[in-house]
């Protein structure tokens, strides 16, 4: 089967401690994104990256990091200087084409709890 | 720059009325337009979109959205509600100037009166 696939759905942490969620997608997409959703505040983008190894800093990259070593997998690293990091986070991936930018795919999300 | 305002937060229906959900958008130059659902702690699915076709776009679950270029909206309907509407939807704009970012609206939560 097609599609994007994030993991873990949960994942816990110390407050301090580095995290890494995963995003990998098997649909031969060229642009994946990574974004955070807060109650209330809709989706707000963190990384985004159109081709393997280049990637742009979205509204709210502080605090994070990103790869894109190969073309499925866009990990996100959540790092101790990120100040809120507790959210629910999801990652898309799309196909872009001439001037137009399909749809976008969304994985099911990871929920990252600080404690 | 491109943004996406959904012009209401909250829309309350009863079953079988129709929904009218609200997005405006601003861009310089033709975008791509997308209408997403999310159901609570889930992913987010695509609705419709209008990618330069036709102006009045059908998606699945009878949804359909008319893309006006003059007044810059994009407004998603449906003609009668069911329970399972009961959702978050997201208004979503792709601009080939911006870099292809996708920028979401604050997105509007239905409910759905028995």
């Known amino acids: 089967d097609g599609g994007i696939t994030q993991s873990p759905k949960y994942l816990f942490r110390k407050e301090g401690q580095n995290v890494t969620l995963s995003c990998e997608q098997n649909l031969n997409h060229d642009a994946m994104y990574w974004y955070r959703q807060d109650p209330g505040q809709g989706l707000r983008l963190i990384y985004y990256s159109q081709i393997v190894n280049d990637f742009q800093k979205g509204d709210i990259a502080e605090g994070y990091s990103v790869s894109r070593e190969k073309k499925e997998s866009f990990p996100l690293t959540v790092t101790s200087a990120q100040k809120n990091p507790t959210a629910f986070y999801l990652c898309?991936?799309?196909?872009?084409?001439?001037?137009?930018?399909?749809?976008?795919?969304f994985g099911q999300g990871t929920r990252l709890t600080v404690v | 720059a491109q943004s996406v305002t959904q012009l209401d937060s909250h829309v309350s229906v009863s079953e079988g009325t129709p929904v009218l959900l609200r997005c405006n958008y601003s861009s310089s130059y033709s975008p791509s337009l997308f209408w997403y659902v999310q159901h609570p702690n889930k992913g987010l699915q695509l609705l419709l979109k209008y990618t330069s076709a036709a102006t009045l776009v059908k998606g699945i679950n009878g949804f359909e959205a008319e893309f006006k270029k003059s007044e810059t909206s994009f407004h998603l309907t449906k003609p009668s509600a069911h329970m399972s509407d009961a959702a978050e939807y997201f208004c979503?704009?792709?601009?080939?100037?911006?870099?292809?970012?996708?920028?979401f609206g604050a997105g509007t939560t239905v409910t759905v009166r028995a």
């Open positions: 979503v704009v792709s601009d080939p100037a911006n870099d292809y970012k996708l920028s």
């Open positions: 898309a991936s799309s196909i872009l084409q001439g001037t137009l930018n399909t749809e976008a795919f």
